[in-house]
Every structure is written in C-alpha cells, then in structure tokens.
C-alpha cells in the first residue's frame, strides 16, 4: 500500500509540474527557449569554464527563487490532489 501511494504521489507531482510548464512555455515561449539554451549548454560540459560558472551564479541570483517558488507550489497542488482524492 506504501508503494502504491508513493507511486500515486510522484504521479501527481509529475502531472502538476508537467501542467504548470506547458503553461508557462505557451505564456513565455522564449523563456523556455533560453532554458532549453541554458540546459544545452550544461549537459555540453560549458560549466567547467569560467564563463559557465559565472552565468550559473547570475542565473541562480535572477531566477533561481522564482523557479523554485513554481515547483514548492506544483508539489502542495500535487499533494492537496492527492489529499482530496484520498477521502
């Protein structure tokens, strides 16, 4: 039964956060192109030069709270979901 919820749990995260991200890609299309651009560039191995380790500080600094605002309040739609189809 553990599993089963936990399973059920990451499903509904997903969900939230694959929601919320097709709506902010069609809101901010470019946004999304740069973060495309930014995880290019990192899965490339550009953060072992100085100029990666300098954009990933800026990066951070700009956006760093706002994405981590969007997915603590994918996670508490996920868990509310949950929570409401549990009763």
Not at 43 to 67: D, E, I, K, N, W
Request: proline share 2%; hydrophobic share 45%; glycine share 10%.
């Amino acid at each position: 039964m553990v599993a089963d919820d936990a399973l059920h749990s990451a499903s509904a995260l997903y969900q939230a956060v694959n929601a919320e991200l097709n709506r902010q890609t069609s809101e901010s299309p470019y946004v999304a192109l740069g973060v495309a651009a930014g995880i290019g560039f990192v899965v490339g191995g550009g953060l072992a030069s100085p100029l990666g380790q300098a954009l990933l500080r800026a990066s951070f600094r700009a956006f760093g709270g706002t994405v981590l605002q969007t997915v603590l309040h994918a996670s508490a739609e996920a868990v509310e979901q949950h929570d409401s189809t549990a009763k």
